[in-house]
């Protein structure tokens, strides 16, 4: 059964919101836009096409994780179990949470949160097939979303909240640490976090994930400017940027940047704004940081959670942590 996706702001409302954010950070040094602008209807089939190629591992490693523990990720968490994902995707790796509960015989509740409507209508037709489950979407940042969720939940029982892929990654360590903080407060005691994130690996692995031969990485990167384009009447030339991924060792980190080919001024008539580049400038549009096993399980229980269980892909070098509330 699938609930109509919930929490919609309303168009002016987005745009509004896009434009200051917008206005604020090509303001600052050095400019920078927001990743979560990567993920509109376009943003987000890019991204699922980037996972399924062979140079991005991530999706299919985590994959491989969840189709064989499955059943003891959910071994933990009591009946009646919500399930709540941050950043849906697709919905194919909660559906294999989803299935592992079948044999419960009992309904699962899942809530999907994502501020791409794509990824949640897609989402939303996969776990909806399941006929044991029962969705809500919202159409929401993550904690607004788990905000919903809390609230929805019944009195009793577990809730599981799952983010997944390298998500956390997109947060610099202060930020993530914040966020993890804002998860614990929305859980009671006996629910858990299921963490995805990726491992340092060696830097040519790296690199070919984030500038593929194929060109996919750039079409995603390069799709933030026709989304200002299209939403705030911005004129961006995207054949004027070119797309550069960067490995940080020191911060430990993937960046995404856009590098300005010339100097140009670029108008953002709803955003009220004029905008130069010179020749080489670029704007930061993503940040991917990377971790060790140990580092995963350490963030999760500083931040007064109890690490329960950990899976690793020793190929792809990506971790599954799985915390628990006491």
């Not at 995707?89 to 559906?95: F, I, P, T, V």
């Not at 990726?198 to 593929?212: G, I, N, T």
């Not at 096993?293 to 329960?308: D, P, V």
């Amino acid at each position: 059964m699938t609930i109509p996706v919930s929490a919609q702001p309303p168009p002016a409302e987005a745009v509004r919101d896009l434009a200051e954010e917008v206005r604020r950070d090509l303001a600052a040094t050095p400019k920078q836009l927001q990743s979560k602008y990567l993920y509109n209807g376009l943003g987000s089939a890019l991204f699922e096409a980037i996972c399924h190629l062979p140079w991005y591992r991530i999706t299919r490693a985590e994959g491989r994780l969840l189709a064989r523990f499955a059943p003891e990720i959910v071994a933990p968490v009591g009946d009646p179990v919500t399930l709540t994902e941050l950043g849906c995707g697709s919905g194919e790796k909660l559906a294999m949470i989803a299935e592992a509960l079948r044999v419960r015989r009992r309904p699962v509740a899942v809530h999907l949160i994502d501020i791409s409507p794509s990824a949640l209508e897609l989402s939303e037709r996969t776990l909806g097939a399941l006929e044991h489950v029962s969705v809500v979407g919202h159409r929401a940042t993550y904690e607004e979303g788990l905000r919903h969720a809390a609230r929805q939940r019944p009195a009793r029982g577990a809730m599981l909240v799952l983010f997944l892929g390298s998500n956390i990654g997109n947060f610099d360590p202060p930020a993530a640490r914040e966020f993890l903080d804002r998860i614990r407060a929305s859980l009671r005691p006996g629910d858990g976090l299921l963490l995805g994130a990726d491992l340092v690996k060696p830097e040519p692995d790296l690199m070919l994930a984030y500038d593929d031969p194929l060109g996919l990485t750039a079409a995603f990167n390069k799709n933030l400017l026709l989304r200002l384009n299209t939403e705030l009447l911005a004129d961006f030339d995207l054949d004027a940027f070119a797309h550069r991924a960067v490995w940080n060792a020191d911060a430990r980190r993937m960046e995404m940047h856009l590098v300005s080919r010339r100097a140009q001024t670029v108008r953002l008539p709803r955003a009220g704004l004029e905008v130069s580049f010179a020749e080489g400038e670029a704007i930061w549009t993503e940040s991917s940081y990377k971790y060790d096993a140990a580092e995963m399980s350490a963030l999760g229980e500083a931040r007064g959670f109890r690490r329960h269980a950990q899976w690793i892909d020793p190929d792809a070098l990506f971790a599954l942590t799985l915390f628990l509330v006491a």
